[in-house]
């Protein structure tokens, strides 16, 4: 029985020769992926910083309250009962 690589050779000569150039350059072509990713990541921070600087304080605003309804809401001072305000109703009962 042949092994994974002569199974593979034996049977199949254009695999073959796709290997051998993939495997003839492997570091140029992990260098050519990575500058290909880099200048896409480029391009994306780009248009952020761009789309940052013209927003709008109105539009700021309505991704701030979009956005409020997937966290938790904040503790309202006004209803005393914070941590330090349940800590102090704790201790006082001890």
Do not use: C
């Amino acid at each position: 029985m042949y092994g994974f690589g002569e199974q593979l050779f034996a049977d199949s000569p254009v695999e073959l020769r796709h290997i051998l150039s993939v495997d003839s350059k492997p570091l140029e072509l992990r260098e050519k992926l990575a500058a290909e990713y880099h200048a896409r990541w480029e391009a994306v921070e780009t248009f952020k910083a761009q789309e940052l600087a013209s927003m709008t304080d109105e539009r700021a605003w309505e991704i701030i309250h979009a956005l409020r309804l997937f966290a938790p809401a904040p503790p309202d001072p006004m209803n005393g009962m914070g941590l330090v305000e349940q800590q102090t109703i704790f201790h006082r009962r001890k």
